[in-house]
């Protein structure tokens, strides 16, 4: 099982891995940037380089580059959308260059409608595998939203929908946020729901796209549409729920990681990762 948490990169990208290993993390999710901020640093090839030989005497097998929180693909406004295609795009090229397994953001939101938003997304998504086809290949990873305001991508439905859109299929992959989906009124807590949650997305999308799972328990009830990760356990969805995230079948190839609350105490905050180790094993 590939587990782990975003980790912090402060004092250079290369530090991730500092904190990997104390958090025995085998995979991760990283920012390039401040997540923020409009303007993305620049990253030397000789920072590059230095990531990749970090990550290649860790133990880490995955790395996932976070977006920035700014950029809205399904916005009304056109120059929101250009200056988040730009973005993104810059985003990405440090995410190739440091050899990332994947880019994974938000659709974003929609004033006007959903069908606009989803119509608007897939126009984003589009251009920007386009933009990035030939010299930045990498996975672009589309998460699901918690369905606060107009949301894009909150449902499967709606995750279905911009699927149908998406012209050049090989480029994405999705990531199921728990949290996301629980506020958004979509229970995860049983083996049923799990199982049901899956096949649908089988059905819509396709397994074989699904390659992140954002394991994060939910500070509100089902439904509440609000976004506020809890530590597993200790929130609405509890401990008993992640179990079947971890040890479904359907899941054996996809990485998890973890976006919970976090004490600064590297000792402390371990305790999210052994707590799903142990679920793990007594299947
Ligand atoms: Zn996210
Ligand atoms: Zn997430």
Not at 113 to 137: F, H, P
Not at 185 to 205: H, N, Q, S, Y
Not at 226 to 246: M, P, T
């Amino acid at each position: 099982m590939l587990l782990g948490y975003h980790v912090s990169t402060s004092g250079g990208l290369h530090k991730a891995f500092q904190e990997a290993e104390a958090l025995e993390c085998s995979a991760i999710q990283i920012f390039v940037g401040s997540p923020q901020m409009w303007n993305t640093p620049i990253v030397s090839p000789k920072e590059a380089e230095k990531f990749k030989q970090e990550w290649k005497k860790s133990k880490v097998k995955k790395v996932l580059v976070h977006s920035a929180y700014l950029p809205n693909p399904a916005s009304h406004k056109t120059t929101l959308r250009n200056v988040s295609l730009k973005k993104m795009k810059e985003e990405i090229r440090i995410a190739c260059a440091i050899g990332a397994n994947g880019y994974n953001f938000h659709c974003g939101s929609n004033q006007d409608s959903n069908i606009e938003g989803i119509t608007l997304t897939i126009q984003t998504l589009n251009r920007l595998a386009e933009l990035s086809d030939e010299k930045y290949a990498i996975p672009l990873i589309i998460e699901n939203d918690a369905g606060a305001g107009n949301r894009i991508g909150d449902t499967i439905e709606e995750l279905g929908l911009i699927w149908e859109g998406i012209k050049n299929k090989k480029r994405f992959g999705f990531t199921l946020d728990t949290c996301h989906l629980f506020v958004s009124g979509i229970d995860v807590r049983t083996k049923k729901d799990v199982d049901e949650l899956l096949a649908k997305f089988d059905k819509l999308i396709g397994l074989e796209y699904l390659k992140f799972i954002h394991l994060n328990d939910a500070k509100f009830e089902l439904g509440s549409r609000k976004d506020r990760h809890a530590n597993i356990g200790e929130g609405f969805i509890g401990l008993n729920a992640f179990k079947y995230w971890v040890t479904s079948p359907k899941l054996k190839n996809v990485a998890f990681i973890l976006e919970t609350p976090r004490t600064g105490n590297l000792k402390e905050d371990l305790k999210d990762i052994l707590a799903l180790k142990k679920i793990a094993k007594s299947r």
